[in-house]
């Protein structure tokens, strides 16, 4: 089992440059995230997807976009770089237990993704 | 908003000794969860506790829960050098058909040998 992946690991762009950073887990998980992290200010929510299918904002979706390609893989886009979007993302995967009332399980992490933007 | 805050935000001790890091949060919850993080890699899930548990334990790890102060601390015993790492506490609030597990910003454990 490779668990999360993520592609790629590194990447620097210019300002307004698009890209696409690409997550796949096997662990057959319904659920699946993408977190960006920033010196000092923890872990936040950028986008998720409860199940295939669908996906939701988090806490700071502005400037990207998601895609919930197929039950194993959820991919983020930058359509337009900014400097503000360097950051650490990572992509995670859980099983949660649906419904209104679901309750979130154990988070398994990718490697992370190291953007810069210049 | 932050839901989970951990304290302290910096923890430094000598290997052999025990660490304490301690979650406060805002809501309900159904179950809070203990992550670490080492320098440069993705967070790995150490625990588990639901509402309804007080005490839990993993190997070195043991973590309580009290929910009519919400707060959790983790205890690591006999530390290690290895154990240098960031620990976040992630919270599942109860209700609703947003997001629920929300992350604190984490103590930076430095175990030093």
């Known amino acids: 089992n490779a668990g999360v992946t993520q592609t790629p690991k590194f990447q620097v762009l210019k300002t307004g440059q698009s890209m696409t950073l690409q997550c796949a887990q096997d662990?057959?998980?319904?659920?699946m995230y993408w977190y960006r992290q920033d010196p000092g200010m923890g872990l936040r929510l950028i986008y998720y997807?409860?199940?295939?299918?669908?996906?939701d904002k988090g806490e700071v979706p502005n400037g990207y976009n998601v895609s919930r390609l197929n039950k194993r893989e959820f991919s983020l886009r930058l359509e337009s770089a900014a400097p503000s979007q360097t950051s650490v993302y990572f992509c995670?995967?859980?099983?949660?237990?649906?419904?209104?009332?679901?309750?979130?399980?154990?988070?398994?992490f990718g490697p992370g993704t190291r953007l810069t933007v210049t | 908003s932050q839901q989970g805050e951990e304290d302290p935000q910096a923890l430094s001790i000598q290997e052999g000794e025990n660490a304490t890091m301690n979650c406060s949060y805002k809501?309900?919850?159904?179950?809070l969860q203990w992550y670490r993080q080492n320098s440069g890699r993705g967070l790995v899930h150490l625990i588990l506790i639901r509402s309804n548990e007080r005490e839990k334990h993993s190997g070195r790890l043991r973590v309580t829960l009290d929910t009519s102060k919400k707060s959790s601390s983790l205890l690591i015993t006999a530390s290690r050098a290895a154990d240098t790492a960031s620990y976040f506490c992630?919270?599942?609030?109860?209700?609703?058909?947003?997001?629920?597990?929300?992350f604190g910003k984490g103590t930076l454990l430095t175990v030093n040998p």
């Open positions: 662990m057959n998980h319904n659920s």
């Open positions: 992630a919270t599942d609030r109860r209700g609703g058909s947003n997001y629920k597990l929300t």
């Open positions: 809501t309900s919850i159904n179950n």
């Open positions: 997807s409860a199940s295939e299918g669908t996906t």
């Open positions: 995670a995967s859980s099983y949660d237990s649906g419904g209104y009332e679901r309750e979130s399980y154990e988070q398994y």
